[in-house]
């Protein structure tokens, strides 16, 4: 292909500087008629420029059949991926449909015959597992509705707590300053529907009641405020001073003691405690006071 293209370029170009010569010339009539005379042989030579003819024909079909096989190449090519993706994809089905034949044929095996089977297997996995989920929070939900109720029980009892106690507060500051005994003791029955337990409130209304010379029950009340606190020592004095104004000296001075003993700020009050007025002349007694 090259060999003739070079070949015919050099004849392209000799001709080109023969037509050039030509023109250069540019002989007159007159030469040309003499140039004619002596002229010989032709001044062309026939076969040369059919060969160069031939040879560009031969090109030109050269190329087209190159073209015509180039096209072909491709042509091939785009069939062959083609026919590839077509082979792929229809392997691909021809592989699914083996799974879903195999896996039918599995579920056959293991006793599952149908796709409803399939179901409610699923549905009876699913079940069990919500189940288990749903016991299991609930035993969460009661334990945490257990804790609540226990905390909510307390938080009411801790309200109530706070309710009675400002109740007995404002009972109590009443009490203080209230002159009168009995209006003491019926405020101190008021604390005392609040807090049965009130040691406190016990010795006092004890105190009230000795205030009126009912001795006996202030006695009955001592008893109870000890039996339910036995370290309360104003429980002792105050029984105590029962003691001492209905002449029971011995017991009073033992309650004079174990008060002493609890509460041993109470000595200041041994000489100005009334109650004890009778007590004075007792030996024992001013012992007591002389802290022997």
């Known amino acids: 292909m090259r060999f003739y293209i070079s070949i015919l370029f050099i004849c392209f170009f000799s001709l080109i500087n023969t037509v050039n010569a030509q023109e250069a010339a540019a002989p007159t009539e007159q030469q040309q008629q003499q ?25 030109r079909q050269d190329q087209q059949q190159l073209r015509e096989d180039v096209t072909k190449q491709v042509t091939h090519a785009q069939l062959d991926t083609a026919d590839r ?26 006793g599952w015959n149908s796709l409803r089977d399939v179901k409610n297997k699923v549905e009876d996995i699913v079940n069990t597992r919500v189940s288990v989920i749903t016991d299991e929070y609930e035993d969460r939900l009661k334990i945490l509705e257990e804790k609540l109720r226990v905390r909510s029980e307390e938080i009411l009892s801790n309200q109530e ?26 405020i101190f029955d008021e604390i005392l529907k609040r807090k049965p337990e009130d040691v406190e409130a016990i010795a006092y209304k004890a105190d009230a009641l000795l205030e009126l010379n009912e001795t006996a029950k202030a006695i009955e009340l001592c008893n109870q405020a000890i039996d339910i606190d036995s370290d309360y020592g104003y429980a002792y004095w105050q029984r105590a001073c029962a003691y ?38 007792n030996d024992s007694f001013n012992a007591i006071v002389a802290g022997s």
């Open 244 to 281: 001492a104004l209905t002449h029971k000296h011995a017991d009073a001075l033992a309650d004079i003691k174990m008060a002493l003993d609890y509460s041993p700020n109470l000595r200041n009050e041994l000489l100005h405690e009334s109650a004890f007025a009778s007590l004075h002349d």
């Open 161 to 186: 707590r706070i309710s009675v106690t400002n109740e007995v507060h404002s009972l109590w500051m009443r009490a203080n300053l209230e002159s009168d005994f009995a209006n003491k003791i019926e």
């Open 85 to 110: 993706a077509l082979i792929y994809t229809t392997d691909t089905i021809n592989n699914v449909f083996f799974i879903i034949t195999a896996t039918a044929s599995i579920l056959v095996l293991v």
């Open 35 to 59: 140039a004619l005379a002596q002229l010989n042989e032709p001044m062309y030579k026939p076969l040369l420029e059919r060969y160069i003819l031939d040879e560009l024909k031969a090109v």
